[in-house]
């Protein structure tokens, strides 16, 4: 079984940064991407970030596109989101996902097999 431990949540104004961390353990780790997800209070779960695991391609959700970053540690399994400047309208619950396969769209959260537990982000205003 893998487990994702997200971390790096909290609060912070508009226009600051925050940065997530998300870290996989387990017997055994072999995902093809791991990517983020966020969901607002009375909104459906929304795609935000996706990197492949072993040639690091990246894929982003236009609202965040230029503002935010993912990036991977292949040797801790540690995958990052490097949030800046950012919105009242990004305040969600951050969750961390892993795909064992190579799926598509990336973007759709039934292709990821593993979730983390959720870290909250507020940004105020």
């Given at each position: 079984q893998v487990q994702l431990v997200e971390s790096g949540g909290g609060m912070v104004q508009a226009g600051g940064s925050l940065r997530l961390s998300c870290a996989a353990s387990g017997r055994t780790f072999?995902?093809?991407?791991?990517?983020?997800?966020?969901?607002?209070?009375?909104?459906?779960?929304?795609?935000?970030?996706?990197?492949?695991w072993s040639v690091g391609i990246t894929y982003y959700e236009d609202s965040v596109k230029g503002r935010f970053t993912i990036s991977r540690d292949n040797a801790k399994k540690t995958v990052y989101l490097q949030m800046n400047s950012l919105k009242p309208e990004d305040t969600a619950v951050y969750y961390c996902a892993a795909m064992k396969k190579s799926s598509w769209p990336v973007s759709q959260p039934y292709y990821y097999d593993y979730w983390g537990q959720g870290t909250q982000v507020t940004v105020s205003s």
């Open positions: 072999g995902a093809y991407a791991m990517g983020w997800f966020r969901q607002a209070p009375g909104k459906e779960r929304a795609f935000v970030s996706t990197i492949t």
